[in-house]
Structures are given as C-alpha cells and as structure tokens.
C-alpha cells in the first residue's frame, strides 16, 4: 500500500512539474523580453557593456512570445573577443538570465602603429576595445601586432614576465610601461621616478625581480629614485645604477665581471 501511493505522489509530482513548464511556454506573457545580464564579482574590468550584451542577444530573445534561443545567445555571446565563458537560461518565471566571465588580461600592448591589443591570463590576444582602458602595465617595442600571434617564443617570455609581476603586488604595483629593447631587453618604467629598470632577457626572472626588490625596500632611499636614469638587474649578483651624469651604459665587459665607475650594489642571490 506505501508503495502504491509512493508512485502516486512521484507521478502527481511530475506531472505539476510538466504543467508548469507547459504554462510558462504557453504564456507569452511570462517571458521577459529584456534578459537580465550577471558579471563575475571578480571581474574588475567593463570590456563587455550591458548595451553590447543586449545588441548581441536581441534577435534571438524574439518579441516575447516565443520561447528565446538560448543555445544561440551563447554561441553569440561567445565569439565576442572579450567574453571568456557565458551560460544563459530561462526561468520558470520567464526571466532570461546571462551570465558573463570576462577575460582577464595582464598587459596593453601598443606597436609603433598605434595598434592596441589585450594579452590576457590565458595567453589569449584580444583587440583592446576603444573608450575603455584598463589600468594595467604597457608594453611597447613589440613590433607590428598582426604578427604577434605567431611568435610563440615572444608570447611566451611577454607571460612570463606578466605573471612575475602579477604575483607579486609590489610589482603589478610598481610598473606602469614594459618596452622590449633591441639591445637591452625586457625594461620596466617605474609609475614613480624617471629611472629605467633594466632587466635583460625573460630568463632567471624571479632571482632578477627578488633582487631588485631588496634593493628598492632595503638599498635605495625613496629620495634618489630620480637621481640615476638606469638601474640594471642583468649582472649576476649585483646591480649597477647608472646616474644621469654619466654617459649611456656600454656593456663590453662578461656579464660576471664589472669594471665601471657607475654606482654598484652586490646583493646576495635570492
């Protein structure tokens, strides 16, 4: 007797589910023509708009009297070059629901062009959308972005130094302009003070950038930011400041060995 009015109950169940849906189906009325658009809390960036959201979506929201195409609004939603990941869906009460996970990105490159792309966490490259900038470092010195795709090597040092200094907040803090020298290497531009930090190629970072760290919290007053035009992390071991009265650094000596009269801070390696 309990499991005959078990299979009852499961059937009645079932069936004020599928009427429900039925109802919410039949009755235009119900649907929501405006879907309702969620963001990531995590994301701290606006590369994807509601408006945009909405052009995207609109024709296959219908005129609500139709159920929407969800699988269509994603698809769409998909292809926009800032939109990571996106899950649409309809409620019984006929609300359309997006929601939205924006890519993250971790540099601005800028070539000689003017042309700008995003470089995100996922090594992705994405334009980088006009009227909408995000506060992160710049790097420059990359040649013609169209290229950039291709060049695997150059995409691979560019995430190794991004996520360097990403991880660390004294870094992603501290640098506003990442330039790529012919001769050089990888130079970072301080927001603060008009020296250059040198470091060289994208190899040994963490040891180059931990040095360095101690040298500013522990090595250099806040007060002589401004009185050297390079500061150099390529040397192993030390680090050679290089003051706005000397001529332009020439490196003809090994990288171990030093025979300058510029300013010199040996440092432990980390």
Sequence with gaps: MQSWLKWVR???GL???????????SQSIALTKVPVVEWNQNDTLELIDYPTVLTWTDGFVQNGSQWPQIDSMEERLRRHPSVYRVEASVGINGKIRIQID?????LRLIDSLGHQQYLDKTKHLMPAMVGIPARI???????????????SALLDELMELANQL???????????QISLHP????????????????LGKATKLSGKLKKLKLFYMHGLHPADWDAYATIDAR????IVCQPYSLPPLQITQP????????TTSTIPNP
């Design 183 to 198: 001769t050089k290497g990888f130079v970072l531009n301080p927001k603060i003070g008009k020296h250059q930090v040198v």
């Design 166 to 176: 990403y991880s660390d907040p004294f870094w992603w803090i501290f640098t506003d």
């Design 15 to 25: 069936g004020s589910m599928l009427a429900l849906l039925g109802l919410a189906q």
């Design 235 to 238: 040397f192993k071991g030390q």
């Design 102 to 106: 924006q890519r993250d990105p971790l």
């Design 137 to 151: 470092p710049i790097a420059t010195g990359l040649g013609n972005l169209s290229g950039l795709a291709e060049d």
């Design 255 to 262: 990288r171990d060995s030093l025979a300058t009269a510029d």
């Design 10 to 12: 499961i059937s009645l």
